[in-house]
């Protein structure tokens, strides 16, 4: 995983930021926003959804970042507000269909039938993931596809390690089970 405190030089800005430079404040949401934006997009399955999170996390940062005395804990209190405005925005809103893919690494060629079935996989595996709880789905996305570390996730979410690694694996239990079910009831559809 790489530590994007370190990677864009956060702690820097953030002292010139609590020091009043405006210009420090837009580097710093400019190089977060691709990163927060994916994890909401990924969180809610919506893209709208995912900019209105992505836009009000970086009010909250504006309006907090001076508040914050530790400025190495920055990537969990980010990942905190981002991942508490999803949670708002979820439960308004109303879950529906998500529109965006969620990428997989999986290898590709230039096969039309093998991205066709590696397309479908992917909006299996998203289907999946909306349909597992809420808090589940954010630990599985934190850990696999933000790359955080369980004590990463756990101080993101105000909660123990321990909880987190039981959120993971129940929430991994339940998308394999999910998955399974739609193997099985498409291959009864296909016989």
């Known amino acids: 995983m790489i530590d994007m405190n370190k990677e864009i030089n956060v702690l820097p800005l953030i ?6 430079d405006r210009q420090a404040l837009e580097s710093l949401c400019r190089s977060w926003y691709p990163r927060v934006y994916r994890y909401a997009l990924r969180f809610t399955g ?29 990537t969990p209190w980010l990942f905190r507000i981002v991942a508490n405005h999803c949670r708002n925005l979820h439960k308004s ?16 060629n230039n096969n039309p039938h ?8 992917i909006a299996q595996v998203k289907k999946a993931l909306m349909k597992i709880p809420a808090e589940q789905r954010e630990v599985i996305i934190m850990k696999e ?3 955080l570390k369980f004590r990463e996730i756990a ?13 993971m ?10 998955l399974t079910v739609n193997k099985d009831k498409i291959y009864n559809e296909a016989s």
Do not use: W
């Not at 709208?48 to 504006?62: D, H, P, R, W």
């Not at 809103?93 to 590709?108: D, G, N, S």
């Open 169 to 178: 694996y129940y929430g991994l239990n339940a998308l394999k089970k999910t």
């Open 114 to 121: 093998r991205q066709m079935e590696r397309n479908e996989r």
């Open 46 to 74: 919506d893209e709208e959804m995912a900019k209105e999170a992505s836009q009000l996390t970086f009010i909250s940062v504006t309006k907090g970042i001076n508040n914050l005395r530790d400025p190495s804990s920055y």
């Open 93 to 108: 809103k109303r879950y529906h269909e998500p529109e965006e893919v969620l990428h997989l690494t999986m290898q590709t």
């Open 15 to 20: 002292t010139k930021i609590q020091k009043g």
């Open 145 to 147: 596809y933000e790359g």
């Open 155 to 167: 101080a993101i979410l105000e909660t123990s390690e321990n909880t987190v690694k039981s959120r």
